[in-house]
């Protein structure tokens, strides 16, 4: 498969909303019109139930964990895997399916970025159980979280290039929930 062919996959695979599909299913709602509007885990659970969390939650991971795996297989370089990973967040933050209102990517980083590198799981949960007492917020200390990996990684000799995707992939993910991070700052 052509790289090319990889990073559009990657984008489409994105754009396959599991907020808005169990909303659907399972509540006969359109969860752009419930709760915050936004068609991520947190939304679809705060407007349905812990179930419908739970199932858009590993939707979402899957398609970061899907590209990642999937450009493992096909024998990509790590860089091209995270540029694939960049693609699927944009997908899920700006999808074509949905006009472009996606969710904020934090489920599809989070089963992504276990699937290059299951340590950084470790590195999440201390992070936040550092910041959470802090904070008091589960969006800041989430986000604080993300912002260790590219440290982290450095420290585990992954090269400067795959460090400045991951921290492309972070910014994207911060630049999606400014709004969130305006409010509790």
């Known amino acids: 498969m052509p790289v090319v062919v990889y990073f559009f996959l990657s984008y489409f695979i994105g ?7 169990i909303g659907r299913l399972f509540g006969s709602i359109d969860i752009r019109k419930e ?6 885990a947190r939304n679809i659970g705060r407007s349905l139930n812990k179930s419908a969390f739970v199932a858009t939650f590993i939707g979402d991971a899957s398609k970061g964990a899907a590209v990642i795996l999937l450009g493992r297989m096909l024998g990509f370089t790590e ?12 997908g899920h933050i ?3 399916t949905l006009s472009f209102k996606g969710g904020k990517g934090i489920s599809s980083f989070i089963g992504g970025i276990i699937a290059f590198e299951p340590t950084v799981t470790i ?11 802090l904070f008091r917020s589960f969006t800041l200390s989430g986000l604080l979280s993300l912002c260790i990996l590219p440290l982290y990684l450095l ?22 929930h400014r709004t969130n991070i305006k409010e509790r700052v």
């Open 35 to 40: 709760g915050s509007g936004n068609v991520g």
């Open 15 to 21: 754009c396959i909303m599991f907020g808005y599909i």
């Open 79 to 90: 860089e091209i895997q995270l540029v694939g990973f960049l693609f699927v967040l944009i």
């Open 94 to 96: 700006w999808p074509i």
């Open 123 to 133: 590195v999440i949960l201390v992070s936040f159980a550092i910041t959470y007492p």
């Open 155 to 176: 420290i585990e000799t992954y090269t400067y290039t795959s460090v400045g995707i991951i921290t492309l992939t972070i910014v994207t993910i911060l630049f999606a």
